[in-house]
């Protein structure tokens, strides 16, 4: 089991910039697919990035050019970094972790964005 606390979320003005980070505890976090959802008000919970074991990368389109995923597998965390942030980014950003066809979820970090 892993455990995955997300951090750095807070307000920006639109155009700015944040960069969110996720650690995770346990010894085998090279093993799992990580990636960032968000959730805003009122609707679903939707994919933002992915990162995969070898490193691949898959974006949603809303995101694609402005958002960056990585991962420090020698710190157990993936980044998200956020550019050219608009208020329709405005949302829960969580961090998930799956290995296995198991998954495991953080508590969640606001994002929000200003116009």
């Known amino acids: 089991q892993v455990q995955l606390v997300e951090s750095g979320g807070g307000l920006v003005q639109s155009g700015g910039s944040l960069r969110l980070s996720c650690a995770a505890s346990g010894s085998i976090f090279s093993f799992y697919t990580m990636g960032w959802y968000r959730q805003a008000p009122g609707k679903q919970r939707e994919l933002v990035a992915l990162i995969t074991v070898s490193g691949s990368t898959n974006y949603a389109d809303s995101v694609k050019v402005r958002f960056t995923i990585s991962r420090d597998n020698a710190k157990n965390t993936v980044y998200l970094q956020m550019n050219s942030l608009k208020p329709e980014d405005t949302a829960v950003y969580y961090c998930?972790?799956?290995?296995?066809?198991?998954?495991?979820w953080g508590q969640g970090t606001q994002v929000t964005v200003s116009s």
């Open positions: 998930k972790g799956t290995i296995g066809g198991i998954s495991y």
